[in-house]
């Protein structure tokens, strides 16, 4: 790898440097909790004027996978894009519509606009969606969970009810310092792995900003599936080492955190999210060499006489790759290149495993069915198949959620998958055992009834043309 180790330091401490160079003139007192954005824009033309382009539509054809919500006006999503997330995520919202994320300016706009089922569980889904999560779980408590979605919306003053990401949800107001705002959600979770956030060094903070969304979190319900609490499933992990083992076992740890009941196999699960943060911080070569998100999504761009942070923060791919190319002398050409190879590898092996989860979950039906029709299933076999089952599902979300498709820790991403492939082939072994012990005959392929799933959405269809859908690059599928 052909980095210019010498100059990077002195970069690095010069780009610092660069942004303080000529600091606009201060002409408004801003609040430390000024929620208006543009109230701020009177101290910070160039921020503001950058953020507020996230507002629109970003080239789809210049990013590999992420395509997102392209200036033609299509929005790619999750289930189009891997069918077999129709059949894993059927029984709640997330098998209904996953679309791919936009710009920041959308966040809440997007959420009023999905599918209702996503909203099902209530004021808990506004968490990451409004920087008034913080002040309305604080008013409210318990309430702010468990109310339903409308009702809680409804709480954030009129003229901010579609607001999305906005300066207060990363900056003070008095110097825009950055802070972290969600002490319910990020600040307890950073308590519970031992990582006192006063400690934060500048360049953790400019990705625990981030943190504050970019994560899974569990919804934790009562006996009668109200919810009662977010959470991120960090407690058996540590600051720079939160591996999916640990956020199974927590998640498993819980009947509470079982969030929903997988129609094919009728088992209670929970989810992963967006673990941007995650896996990006465990160890991956970035962080290891003290990178943070806003490095790679936030390069400093020229705004007349000074030098500002590009706030509108998007795919490095769809900003031709200016914040890589401050550290790599490789080239635009290089870097696309290495990119779409850790991709590709990654989508390869996210299908396969996906699929074989698929497969693994639809034998479980054929066994359940069997099962209340009379047939004895051993049940030391059925449940270590389930066993290994779970522990690929939640493999299979993990990388599947987490929107860099792997560059955020190529290695890292290789070993969740090649486990999750091996955890589901070992569960399919097992089940055709407990088959073949009950005399119930299983076809060599399993046929997943794609079609079925895909198109059982209510109202919400594909998005776009099937024949679109990413196919494995190495053609390895077709072996399967
Ligand atoms: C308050 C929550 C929140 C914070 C803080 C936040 N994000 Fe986001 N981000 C989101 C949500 C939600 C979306 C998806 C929005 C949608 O699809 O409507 C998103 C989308 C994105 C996208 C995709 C943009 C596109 O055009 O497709 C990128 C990249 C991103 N965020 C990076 C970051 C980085 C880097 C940081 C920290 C500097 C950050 N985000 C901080 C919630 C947040
Ligand atoms: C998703 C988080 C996020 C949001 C939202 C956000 N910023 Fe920032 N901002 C950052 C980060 C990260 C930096 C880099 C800070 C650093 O390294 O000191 C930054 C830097 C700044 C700076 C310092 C100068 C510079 O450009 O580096 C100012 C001023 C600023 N932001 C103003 C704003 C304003 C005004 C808004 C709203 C219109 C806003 N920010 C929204 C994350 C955010
Ligand atoms: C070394 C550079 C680098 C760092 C550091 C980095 N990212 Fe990324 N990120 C990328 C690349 C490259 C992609 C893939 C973009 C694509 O495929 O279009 C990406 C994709 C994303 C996306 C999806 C963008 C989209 O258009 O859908 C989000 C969200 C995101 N990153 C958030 C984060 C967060 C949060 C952090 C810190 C925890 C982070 N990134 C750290 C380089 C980086
Ligand atoms: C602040 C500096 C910096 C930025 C920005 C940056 N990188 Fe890097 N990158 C590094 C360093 C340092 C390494 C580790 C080099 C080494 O040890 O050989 C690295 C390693 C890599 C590697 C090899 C990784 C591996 O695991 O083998 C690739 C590929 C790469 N970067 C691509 C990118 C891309 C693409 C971007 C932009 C999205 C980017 N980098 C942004 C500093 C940076």
Request: positive net charge.
């Amino acid at each position: 790898m052909r980095i210019n180790r010498i100059i990077l330091i002195p970069l690095l401490l010069a780009i610092a440097a660069c942004s303080k160079s000529a600091d606009p003139i201060k002409v408004a007192k801003i609040d430390k909790n000024e929620y208006e954005p543009q109230k701020w824009a009177a101290n910070y033309p160039a921020e503001y004027e950058l953020w507020e382009k996230t507002k629109e539509p970003t080239p789809a054809g210049k990013s590999f996978y992420k395509k997102g919500w392209d200036t033609d006006g299509k929005v790619y999503d999750k289930l189009s894009e891997f069918p077999y997330m129709a059949l894993l995520f059927k029984g709640w919202g997330f098998g209904i519509e996953y679309n791919e994320p936009r710009g920041h300016y959308h966040m809440l706009e997007d959420v009023l606009e999905v599918d209702p089922s996503r909203r099902k569980a209530g004021g808990a889904c506004l968490t990451c969606k409004t920087p008034y999560a913080q002040q309305l779980q604080q008013e409210h408590g318990r309430d702010y969970f468990s109310k339903a979605f409308d009702e809680v919306h409804s709480w954030i003053p009129k003229n901010h009810q579609k607001m999305g990401v906005a300066c207060i949800s990363c900056h003070n107001g008095e110097d825009a310092s950055l802070r972290l705002l969600n002490d319910f959600t990020l600040g307890k979770a950073l308590h519970s792995i031992g990582f006192d956030q006063n400690k934060a060094s500048h360049q953790d903070m400019r990705s625990l900003v981030c943190a504050q969304c970019h994560v899974t979190y569990v919804v934790k319900k009562d006996k009668d599936m109200k919810s009662m609490d977010v959470f991120f499933p960090w407690k058996n992990s540590k600051y720079g080492n939160i591996a999916i083992e640990d956020i199974i076992k927590t998640i498993k740890s819980d009947p509470a955190n079982l969030e929903w009941t997988q129609a094919v196999t009728g088992f209670k699960l929970g989810f992963i999210r967006h673990p941007e943060f995650e896996l990006f911080s465990n160890q991956s070569t970035h962080w290891k060499a003290g990178l943070s998100c806003a490095d790679c999504h936030m390069p400093y761009v020229r705004y007349g006489s000074y030098k500002v942070s590009d706030h509108r923060v998007v795919s490095p791919l769809k900003n031709s790759l200016r914040a890589c190319i401050q550290c790599h002398a490789q080239g635009e050409d290089w870097l696309r290149d290495r990119i779409k190879f850790t991709q590709d590898r990654t989508i390869s092996l996210l299908m396969r495993s996906g699929y074989a989860a698929a497969a693994a979950a639809k034998i479980f039906e054929k066994l359940n069915i069997a099962a209340s029709q009379g047939k004895k299933i051993d049940s030391a076999l059925y449940q270590k198949a389930r066993e290994y089952y779970e522990q690929a599902f939640y493999r299979v979300v993990f990388i599947g959620a987490e929107n860099s498709v792997g560059f955020h820790n190529p290695q890292e991403t290789m070993r969740v998958l090649a486990d999750a492939a091996v955890y589901a082939s070992k569960s399919e072994a097992l089940l055709r055992q407990a088959a073949q012990k009950a005399g119930i005959e299983l076809p060599e392929k399993i046929d997943l009834e794609l079609e079925k799933y895909l198109s059982s959405r209510g109202e919400k269809k594909l998005n776009f043309d099937r024949s679109a859908e990413f196919k494995d690059p190495f053609k390895t599928q077709e072996s399967f």
